[in-house]
């Protein structure tokens, strides 16, 4: 993109002309896409959407040329990555616990505890990977054992948000196990 359409494209973006912001997007995003499913590959989709969104808050704020405007929707793309990464840490501890709250399966044999817990583990550390409202849904869902209205009245979203959550989650969860070419029944 020459500096002039740059400018133009910034202007009328910023003016809310779609043409412009889709200039905008498909100069930036691709590269910006690439260096985060670099980093988070499953969630790398997410973050690229988290970052657009951002930007489009914020272009009436952005002052500078092309070159500027790369490291500025960059910048936005790493502190999103840097936040997800935060709340998944955060997750992980928080799910860290659960190990001694969820029943585990009915196992006969002496090996039976022994698998019970490694199995209970490799799962909790499955859904803590997901990002925190997919696990939080999961957790409430399946190891509370609560139904849909109630998780949605716990977390304050509508139901329909928590079944697609729900969805997503186990999706997810699938897509892990076949990857690692362990079957998944549904």
Do not use: N
């Not at 020459?2 to 997007?25: H, M, N, P, S």
């Amino acid at each position: 993109m020459r500096e002039e359409q740059f400018k133009t494209a910034l202007v009328e973006a910023r003016a809310g002309a779609d043409w412009a912001i889709a200039a905008l997007y498909r100069r930036f995003h691709p590269r910006l896409l690439r260096y985060l499913r670099a980093q988070e590959p499953v969630e790398g989709e997410d973050l690229a959407a988290e970052a657009w969104l951002d930007a489009a808050r914020g272009l009436h704020r952005f002052e500078g040329d092309e070159r500027a405007f790369q490291r500025w929707i960059f910048t936005i793309a790493r502190r999103r990555l840097v936040d997800f990464r935060r709340r998944r840490s955060r997750s992980a501890r928080a799910l860290g616990d659960l190990r001694d709250l969820a029943e585990p399966p009915d196992i006969a044999g002496a090996a039976g505890p022994v698998l019970a817990e490694s199995e209970t583990d490799a799962a909790l550390a499955r859904i803590a990977s997901l990002p925190p409202d997919q696990a939080d849904v999961v957790l409430l869902r399946v190891v509370a054992g609560l139904d849909v209205a109630d998780v949605a009245e716990m977390l304050g979203k509508k139901q329909g948000t928590v079944r697609v959550l729900q969805h997503r989650a186990l999706e997810r969860l699938a897509e892990q196990l076949a990857r690692e070419g362990r079957s998944v029944t549904r």
